[in-house]
């Protein structure tokens, strides 16, 4: 007994990865076969009505779709056949892609993509493009490279928003001291992807200060001499910054700074702030005691009535 195959076959475009200039992934859909079915061939030719002599893909069992990379600047006229051990079927109706007026153009890149490093995190920062059809940005991050596509590496954030809006994200659980590479991909609402912008970082813990001073006691007007050092990671140490603790402050690796009068022992915190070249700070702290040097007038008496 003859097996009779019938078929309808449509085509859907769900997304677009510019590898290259005219890259496209488009994502084939069919109705099921009728009969015993083993899998499905799709074929294309280059005009209508075929001849269809181009195997583009085959899948089997009851699978009823397949994603396969076309050059969108070219024209696919295509077929599925349904096969098992005895043949193939005839063709199913033909889809022509791309069709006339489909949208396969990706939105514009991301602006502005920057990885910020921090203490076991890294902010990320970007402007999304302003297409009107524009939808989201996929992020994608590897340790060893920059992902090269929407499915390569790890899955960082996928964000929908504004067209021309500025968004951030903090990347958490990363390790210090390895350096992560970023892509970033636009999308619109037709599904195409753009090319990739790229960001890099490196986490790492804020830096360290310690601090000199000498003196550390003595009497009004007490002269000190400050001396800051700091130890920064993957970075420089880019900025010091002094409390004297009296209401003072300088910048400046080495400062020096006079202690005025006071009418008894006063002792003093002094801070010092250090930022790295990736605006991560460090503190260190000690104390200066001040003695009254120059006898002081005594208070105002108060006069009761």
């Not at 302003?130 to 790890?154: A, I, S």
């Not at 409390?243 to 006071?262: I, K, L, R, S």
Request: glycine letters at 10%; hydrophobic letters at 30%.
């Amino acid at each position: 007994m003859k097996t009779k195959w019938y078929i309808f076959f449509s085509c859907v475009v769900v997304l677009l990865f510019a590898a290259s200039a005219f890259a496209t992934d488009v994502h084939f859909k069919w109705n099921a076969s009728s009969g015993t079915v083993e899998g499905y061939r799709i074929y294309y030719g280059s005009s209508h009505q075929g001849p269809y002599s181009n195997l583009l893909g085959e899948v089997g069992g009851t699978t009823t779709d397949y994603v396969a990379t076309l050059d969108s600047s070219k024209t696919y006229y295509l077929v599925v056949r349904a096969f098992n051990s005895y043949g193939e079927s005839g063709n199913s109706n033909e889809i022509v892609w791309p069709t006339a007026g489909s949208d396969i153009t990706p939105p514009g890149d991301v602006a502005g993509f920057t990885a910020i490093p921090g203490n076991g995190n890294i902010a990320l920062t970007w402007t999304n493009p302003t297409d009107t059809d524009f939808k989201g940005v996929m992020v994608r991050c590897r340790t060893d490279k920059y992902p090269t596509d929407r499915n390569d590496g790890e899955l960082v954030c996928d964000k929908t928003g504004s067209p021309g809006e500025t968004v951030s994200f903090t990347h958490t659980q990363v390790q210090n001291g390895m350096t992560y590479y970023y892509s970033a991909f636009t999308y619109d609402t037709s599904g195409n992807y753009s090319h990739t912008a790229h960001a890099s970082a490196t986490p790492h813990p804020a830096p360290t200060a310690t601090i000199s001073a000498n003196p550390t006691a003595g009497y009004a007007l007490l002269k000190v001499t400050f001396g800051g050092s700091g130890q920064a990671y993957y970075s420089t140490i880019a900025s010091w910054s002094w409390d004297f603790g009296d209401g003072h402050t300088a910048t400046g690796q080495n400062v020096t700074h006079t202690y005025a009068n006071v009418a008894s022992d006063t002792t003093y915190k002094v801070t010092l702030t250090v930022t790295d070249t990736d605006s991560l700070t460090g503190q260190a702290t000690t104390y200066i005691t001040v003695k009254p040097g120059i006898p002081l007038p005594p208070s105002k008496p108060t006069v009761q009535q």
